[in-house]
């Protein structure tokens, strides 16, 4: 009946002035069409990537270097002004907090005193839970008192973003397809459906450099194109791996830090191959970031070295001399 009601009412409705039919026949629309709107372009992906591709123009036509001097200049400016002040802010903290563990351990004596008074009959387990609890708390409460909260550790992570524009940038000036960066922007602002058609659109935001074609280095003078040697591929899952040499602390990691760092690892030797048809500029720029940053970390193990934190006392157990028959 339904069908032969919207038969019978078609011509009709065709004859009619769209403006005066009833809105809400205007709203049913058959399950199979699909609405179409117009989505918000990414204005801050494009706004940073602007001003990155204003750096990058402004130091080489100043220094008057061939791009593949310019890259690695550009990632030493920025590791300089952005990563190192976060870095050595980082590295502060964390020498606050290596000099509270003695305070930490006297506390957790005590804690664990209490609680074994308090809980003597619930077990080992709920008083190492009590004890963790109580840790928790006074750590925080310590480390906040002394400006040296435990979320400064993370802070490394403020320079992804940096990295991604730098990256995203230097992709758009190369011509090359959509990246990672575009395609999350764009489905943030318009959604799965159009998420193509506005990273698309976003390739004609930035100009692409021809000068890249001719202003390369050694064996890779076409910084447009891969590398025809493969050499920057490898030479890149190298830096990755250099800078993971040390990840893990000197003494007793945890096994989720093992597991992590074995983890990441795998990605790195996997980046080589995966970045066979990549750019050269990219992996120029991203070669001397990952150096940059290796070479950082062992300049503040140097200047700002953290110090092994001082373990509580243990007794000294004196075994009484064995007599003899």
């Not at 925080?140 to 435990?150: A, I, K």
């Not at 400064?152 to 992804?160: E, I, P, S, Y």
């Not at 991604?164 to 758009?172: A, C, D, N, P, Y």
């Not at 096994?255 to 983890?263: D, I």
């Amino acid at each position: 009946m339904a069908i032969l009601l919207r038969t019978s009412m078609r011509p009709q409705l065709l004859s009619q002035n769209p403006s005066h039919l009833p809105a809400a026949l205007l709203l049913q629309l058959p399950p199979s069409c699909r609405s179409f709107h117009a989505s918000p372009r990414p204005q801050f992906l494009d706004a940073a990537m602007g001003v990155a591709h204003s750096g990058l123009e402004a130091i080489h036509s100043t220094t008057g270097l061939p791009w593949a001097y310019t890259l690695p200049l550009a990632a030493l400016a920025i590791r300089t002004t952005i990563t190192l002040p976060i870095s050595i802010y980082m590295r502060r903290g964390m020498q606050q907090q290596i000099e509270l563990s003695p305070l930490l351990n006297a506390w957790r004596h005590v804690f664990r005193k209490k609680a074994m008074q308090e809980a003597i009959h619930t077990g080992p387990a709920a008083i190492n839970r009590q004890v963790y609890k109580q840790m928790s708390a006074k750590r925080s409460e310590l480390f906040r008192r002394w400006d040296c909260p435990r979320w400064r550790n993370f802070l490394g992570l403020v320079q992804l973003p940096f990295w991604l524009v730098m990256i995203e940038t230097i992709r758009k000036m190369c011509g090359a397809h959509v990246g990672l960066l575009g395609m999350m922007a764009a489905r943030i602002s318009g959604g799965v459906e159009d998420a193509a058609a506005t990273a698309a659109a976003a390739i004609t935001s930035l100009p692409q450099e021809a000068s890249l074609a001719t202003e390369g280095a050694l064996w890779f003078p076409d910084l447009l194109a891969p590398d025809p040697h493969l050499v920057l591929p490898f030479m890149l899952s190298g830096a990755i791996l250099l800078n993971l040499s040390n990840a893990l602390p000197s003494k007793n990691p945890a096994v989720w830090q093992k597991r992590l760092v074995r983890s990441l690892r795998i990605v790195a030797l996997a980046i080589g191959p995966l970045t066979l048809q990549v750019p050269s500029a990219m992996l120029v720029y991203w070669i001397s970031s990952s150096t940059l940053a290796y070479t950082q970390a062992r300049l503040l193990d140097a200047f700002m070295p953290l110090k092994k934190p001082v373990e509580p006392c243990k007794p000294k157990v004196i075994t009484p001399p064995s007599q003899e028959l």
